[in-house]
């Protein structure tokens, strides 16, 4: 799958030479990155991670009301009212 994704964004012209080395260079930060957040997780119980998930969740549905509610039609703040009332749409488990 990378392969495909090289292949069409270098015949799109989309790597420079800039954003290669760019990526080249953030590489390892990731890597690291993705290193550490496995062992956090992997070391966290299932429901203290369920709890974290829907916490975080929690925070970006009221983000979004706050940031965003003058931009919001009424109908469409009721129906993520809605769906934050009804447990994010089934996402915890009895």
Sequence with gaps: MYLTKLVVFGAAAVPTSTSTA??????PASAAGA?????????????????VVEARLMLI?????????????PSAH?????FAASGFGGLRRG
């Design 78 to 82: 009721e129906g993520v009212l809605q």
């Design 22 to 27: 760019i990526g080249l260079a953030l590489a």
């Design 35 to 51: 290193w550490a957040g496995r062992k956090i997780v992997d070391g966290l119980p299932a429901h203290v991670f369920v709890l």
């Design 61 to 73: 549905v009221s983000g979004l009301l706050l940031g965003h509610h003058r931009r919001l039609s």
